[in-house]
């Protein structure tokens, strides 16, 4: 990934259309509510999203969501 660091208002505004796009307005605003109301710790989220999982198998899932998807 080289290149500029993107500003946390591009990424911001990138991560909205990403959700919209896959849960719909509704649903991505309902996410956002939850994230802030449950005091979302997004380091143990992906701790506990990924216990199951080798750093190969993620790998190869992103490759092939990126090759799927591009």
């Known amino acids: ?27 991505a605003e309902r996410f956002i509510v939850l994230i802030r109301r449950e005091n979302f710790d997004y380091t143990e989220w992906q701790r506990d999203l990924w216990k199951d999982k080798s750093i190969d198998d993620i790998f190869n899932t992103a490759r092939a969501y990126t090759k799927r998807n591009h």
Do not use: P, W
């Open 1 to 27: 990934m080289g290149g500029k660091m993107k500003t946390d208002t591009i990424i911001r505004c990138e991560g909205m259309k990403a959700l919209r796009e896959k849960l719909g307005l509704v649903e």
